[in-house]
């Protein structure tokens, strides 16, 4: 959205916003860098980085509250469970919802008068088109120009990206996202040795549940992990190649809503107002892992 907008096939926005939840794959914040320099920039955009914390950092800092991440759990009685995701409201909505605030004149807690918004552009292709929603504030109403204006799916976004020398983007979601599919584990694993033993780290130290659930005397009864299988993330199968892995390989890119999510994970990682995680709600509650 943001080339089209440069490009002026779709209107010039006033502002592109990215939610940092300080924990994204190096590739994407190169590829944020590059976005800017070659494309928002020259175009006059600014690019606002917004940002409410490292939640990484913030799941290990025993002195510091934590949105809980959608972690898979192994009760002590064997029944599998997940945990309660907020990170995406706490680390992608709440930071956006306080720059448009800023921006519009009205910072948190000054009434914003009714009639006052922005329009905000939300990219969802014509093959996730379930997933537009309507923002849940009066001062943000979504617009979704790549169904609405282009009536563009996946494929073609690919398309246009490939034109412009960007067939290798990224997708965007943190590093450690219990939502990844087997295929972006392996791609961690097999192209970036350090991000891997970062993550795999990561699943170590969260077994027991996050650190302030655990300084506060709310613990886990029972075990945390980032892997589906609830295993731990080194030792996790996810070099098993399913049906919509093979499907993928011999390019039927998009193999629809039924792909399977235990390969391909989150469709198109974490957007702040379509992520895949609000239709994986968990069954289960939050073990005391969101204080
Ligand atoms: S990418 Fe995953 S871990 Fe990160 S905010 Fe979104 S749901 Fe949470």
Redesign the pocket.
Same mark, same amino acid.
Not at 176 to 179: A, T, V
């Given at each position: 959205m943001l080339a089209l907008s440069a490009e002026g096939i779709l209107p010039k926005v006033d502002y592109a916003v990215f939610a940092d939840?300080g924990?994204e794959p190096a590739a994407v914040y190169k590829h944020l860098d590059r976005l800017e320099r070659e494309i928002a920039k020259p175009a006059g955009i600014p690019i606002l980085r917004v940002s409410s914390g490292n939640?990484r950092k913030d799941a290990l800092d025993p002195d510091h509250r934590f949105a809980s991440?959608?972690l898979y759990i192994l009760n002590k009685d064997g029944r599998p469970g997940m945990t309660r995701?907020q990170?995406?409201g706490e680390?992608?909505i709440k930071p956006i919802k306080k720059k448009v605030r800023e921006i519009l004149g009205y910072p948190y807690p000054v009434r914003i008068p009714k009639g006052v918004f922005v329009e905000q552009w939300v990219g969802i292709s014509t093959d996730e088109f379930h997933r537009a929603k309507d923002a849940d504030v009066q001062y943000m109403r979504n617009r979704h120009p790549l169904i609405v204006d282009m009536d563009w799916s996946r494929t073609d976004c690919v398309r246009y990206l490939t034109t412009l020398g960007l067939a290798d983007t990224p997708k965007s979601?943190?590093l /450690? =996202?219990?939502?990844h599919g087997n295929a972006q584990w392996r791609h961690i694993r097999d192209t970036s040795p350090s991000e891997w033993d970062n993550v795999v780290e990561f699943d170590a130290a969260i077994r027991k549940g996050n650190a302030r659930a655990n300084a506060t005397g709310n613990r886990l009864l029972g075990q945390a992990f980032l892997h589906r299988s609830r295993v731990p993330l080194g030792e996790a199968p996810i070099d098993h190649v399913t049906a919509a892995e093979w499907a993928q390989r011999q390019g039927e890119l998009g193999t629809g809503p039924d792909a399977d999510e235990l390969e391909q994970g989150?469709a198109d /990682? =974490?957007s702040p107002w379509a992520?895949r995680?609000t239709d994986a709600e968990p069954a289960q509650d939050d073990y005391g892992l969101a204080s």
């Open positions: 939840t924990w939640i991440m959608p995701r990170c995406t680390y992608k979601s943190c /450690g =996202c219990p939502f989150v /990682g =974490c992520c995680g």
